[in-house]
C-alpha cells in the first residue's frame, strides 16, 4: 500500500500554453492594421519603441496576440528576417 507523505513537495503537470509564433502574430498584426487603413509598418515600431499596445489595433485580435511576445523577440525575428532576405551570412 503505497504511504502519502505530505512533508514531500508533489508535483503535477498541466498542459503548456500554445506556443505562440513571433511570425504568426506579425503577419496577424499587419494584416489587421492594413485592413484598418493604418500604416502598420510606422505602428509596429512605435509599439517596439515605446511599448504602449495601443499603437496596435484590437481587430482580429492583434493588440492581445502582439502582448504574448516580448519586444525584443520581435526585433530579433525581424533582423533575422532581413538579414535572411539580403542573402547574408549570420
Do not use: C
Request: glycine share 4%.
Amino acid at each position: 500500500m503505497a504511504e502519502n507523505n505530505l512533508n514531500h513537495t508533489q508535483f503535477f503537470k498541466t498542459k503548456p500554453d500554445i506556443e505562440v509564433q513571433v511570425k504568426e502574430v506579425l503577419e496577424l498584426v499587419y494584416n489587421a492594421m492594413d485592413e484598418k487603413g493604418y500604416n502598420p509598418v510606422n505602428q509596429i515600431v512605435g509599439y517596439i519603441m515605446s511599448g504602449d499596445p495601443t499603437y496596435i489595433t484590437s481587430h482580429k485580435g492583434a493588440r492581445s496576440m502582439i502582448m504574448k511576445v516580448e519586444r525584443d523577440e520581435i526585433v530579433e525575428e525581424l533582423l533575422t528576417e532581413y538579414i535572411r532576405n539580403k542573402s547574408w551570412e549570420r
